[in-house]
């Protein structure tokens, strides 16, 4: 069968609703005016790096359970508009959606509806096989219930990535996906000692690569055994907003790893695509293009080194 498709992203689609807050966290009062409006929009991790790698010219296909549901229209409507396919397995708890309260630093809080979600729900199998075997690669979001796709994936021969987000290194939830993928990406925000976490995700699990981003101190990537610093890419623009920037990040990674570029140099894309995604409004969506991403790497930028 062909490899018709370079990506195959499972889960994480939903809607976020955006408030910008005057600071966080936001002290008690009895009302805010939020004079820049509230907005709500398609958009949250699945979504984000299914757009972010279609921008990079790379073939996606999308998979999530969605709800026949006004969310769910805007979920779909975004896939259409971006030429991005979509399965949409039907969902009666309805589609996932969180409200993200965002300051004037950029930093964001968000508030995740559980509501929309069963203990026994799960992507069809046939399906995630049909479509694995037909992908370069599969992303797999930590969103429930895609921690049952992974034997599925495995037996297609699919390589895998995971972005574990703001994992601490503890919480079992997310053991089988950072021990269960080929390349885990997670944030260092919560990890008291990156390095310790990074290493056990390789010496637990099937990883090849890791990558903790760390913010404004740039990344760290870990690969045959060797740590190195990614460093910091300076924003185009003004930050205004860091929702979607590990999303950015790690689309432009494996937009990397599948156009054979080095991890090193994968690690640079992602840092690139992170420092403009930061730039974006998360009322918006857009992503950087290829194009865009191949010209900033080319400028003159440090070298990732050991820490």
């Known amino acids: 069968m062909s490899r018709d498709i370079d990506v195959l992203v499972l889960g994480g689609a939903g809607v976020d609703t955006i408030v910008y807050v005057p600071e966080l966290p936001l002290p008690y009062a009895d009302s805010y005016h939020i004079d820049s409006g509230i907005r709500t929009r398609a958009g949250q991790t699945g979504d984000f790096m299914a757009l972010g790698l ?12 969605i709800g026949d549901d006004p969310e769910g229209d805007l979920v779909r409507a975004l896939h259409r508009e971006h030429g991005i396919a979509l399965t949409d397995v039907p969902q009666p708890a309805g589609t996932k959606r969180a409200v993200n309260l965002v300051g004037p630093d950029g930093r964001r809080l968000s508030l995740y509806d559980t509501s929309r979600s069963r203990p026994g729900d799960r992507l069809p199998e046939d ?26 994936l495995r037996e297609a021969e699919v390589t895998v990535s995971t972005d574990l987000h703001d994992w601490d290194g503890e919480n079992p939830y997310h053991e ?43 990344a760290y990537l870990l ?3 060797e740590l190195t610093h990614v460093p910091p890419v300076t924003p185009p623009a003004p930050v205004v907003d860091s929702n979607g920037a590990g999303d950015a990040f790690a689309a432009a990674f494996l937009h990397g790893l599948l156009e054979g570029e080095t991890p090193e140099r994968c690690a640079r894309f992602g840092a690139i695509a992170g420092a403009h995604a930061c730039t974006i409004p998360s009322t918006e969506a857009s992503a ?15 070298a990732p080194s050991r820490p």
């Not at 990079?56 to 999308?62: D, F, I, S, T, Y």
């Not at 290829?290 to 930028?301: C, K, S, W, Y």
């Open 54 to 65: 279609t921008a990079l010219g790379l073939a996606v296909h999308h998979l999530d359970l």
């Open 176 to 218: 089988a996906f950072a021990y269960g993928a080929d390349i885990v990406l997670l944030s260092a925000a919560a990890l008291s000692d990156p390095e310790a976490v990074m290493r056990r995700i390789v010496e637990r699990g099937r990883a090849r690569l890791v990558v903790a981003t760390a913010g404004a101190e740039g």
């Open 223 to 225: 690969a045959d055994g």
């Open 127 to 152: 399906t995630v096989r049909a479509l694995a075997e037909r992908a370069r690669h599969a992303h797999v979001c930590i969103t429930q219930p895609c921690a049952d796709a992974l034997p599925v």
């Open 288 to 302: 950087i293009t290829r194009d865009e991403l191949l010209a900033r790497a080319a400028e003159a930028d440090p």
